[in-house]
């Protein structure tokens, strides 16, 4: 079968032969070695043109390239406009994804241009802006798949238990409450690994909290952890960690925040992915090689606000923090309705 091709002049051709001699789709999709899809979406598309009731493949093909030409047209007019091009390297730089600046550009300009023609724009040799890009901090000139993060396997960690006997609600993001952790390693001095960033997840909402810690220690961990979950407790149900053996002492936060922890898979930070994207768009501001001890309180506080007031496409381009604080407003709602 052909995948990802847009039928030829000379199949369309085919196609008018063969529904002449009666073939019903499927028996034209198999002559053609395409799927039976395909040909009824074909079929059925607003350029297909018919001569009493018998599609007429060569017309049609003419229409389609036509109506392809124009669209591609009005696209080029569009980024040719100076303050189009303004309008996505401002907000490139703000740290907006092409998904979300492409949303922009339809809600508030009625520009319906795709994330993908941003992103050709952005990596076209004329422009070069694929630097402003999130996810590019490390001088990455095209879009690569990205790698595996490997940790440890677990083995010194105490009543660990895994991922696999996570509560449903934290597997189908249900509900807040369910939250991912991880470490960000800090600049090495003579090959000592000082500070590190300590950052807390909500799997449903994204919010996010982050704290400076003052070394990659078990105990300092924890601590950061509870300092940053403790104004939350009363909606924190569950915590998913790496197997780092700074997460050692998850046993204390589960008492003192009455929780539950899970662990991922040896070998498999993937599976809380949702802290490792957040993670991604850290790096943007604190990139590797970034000195933690040289960094603020402030700095961090800044980029936390900044990452539970960034829109996302899930939330129909809403904030973390409106939809955090909408569905913590839900469940005291429905609590003080009980109590009633």
């Known amino acids: 079968m052909k995948q990802l091709q847009h039928l030829s002049s ?4 085919k196609i008018t032969i063969l529904q002449s001699e009666g073939l019903s789709i499927r028996k034209i999709a198999k002559e053609l070695g395409r799927s039976p899809s395909t040909i009824s979406r074909e079929l059925n598309r607003p350029e297909a043109l018919y001569y009493r009731g018998k599609y007429i493949g060569s017309q049609t093909d003419k229409r389609v390239r036509e109506n392809w030409k124009k669209s591609h047209q009005r696209v080029n007019e569009y980024l040719s406009l100076r303050w189009v091009q303004d309008f996505i390297k401002n907000n490139l730089k703000y740290g907006y994804s092409p998904e979300i600046i492409s949303n922009l550009l339809k809600t508030e300009h009625g520009l319906p241009l795709s994330h993908e023609t941003i992103y050709i724009y952005i990596y076209s040799p004329k422009r070069k802006l694929w630097h402003l890009l999130l996810r590019r901090p490390n001088g990455r000139k095209s879009r690569t798949p990205g790698r595996f993060c490997y940790r440890g396997t677990g083995k010194n960690i105490p009543n660990r238990i895994d991922i696999d006997f996570r509560m449903q609600e934290a597997n189908l993001r249900s509900e807040v409450g369910h939250f991912e952790a991880d470490s960000i390693e800090s600049k090495r001095v003579r ?3 000082k500070s590190c960033l300590t950052v807390v997840v909500d799997r449903k909402s994204r919010y996010t909290t982050i704290r400076k810690t003052a070394s990659k220690t078990a105990l300092q961990t924890t601590t950061s952890i ?3 979950l403790k104004p939350l407790s009363n909606n924190i149900k569950s915590i998913t960690y790496d197997n780092g053996c700074e997460f050692s002492m998850h046993e204390k936060i589960n008492k003192t925040l009455n929780i539950q922890s899970y662990f991922c898979k040896p070998y498999a930070s ?4 949702t802290v490792e994207n957040i993670n991604g768009l850290i790096r943007r501001f604190f990139p590797k090689g970034t000195d933690f001890d040289e960094m603020t309180d402030e700095e961090v506080e800044k980029i936390t606000v900044w990452l539970n007031n960034y829109p996302r496409g899930i939330f ?5 923090q409106y939809f955090f604080d909408k569905e913590i407003q839900a469940i005291l709602t429905s609590s003080q309705n009980i109590n009633k």
């Open 10 to 13: 000379a199949e369309r051709d």
């Open 316 to 320: 129909n381009y809403y904030t973390s």
């Open 191 to 193: 090959g000592v690994q």
């Open 226 to 228: 509870i300092e940053a």
């Open 270 to 273: 993937y599976e809380k992915g």
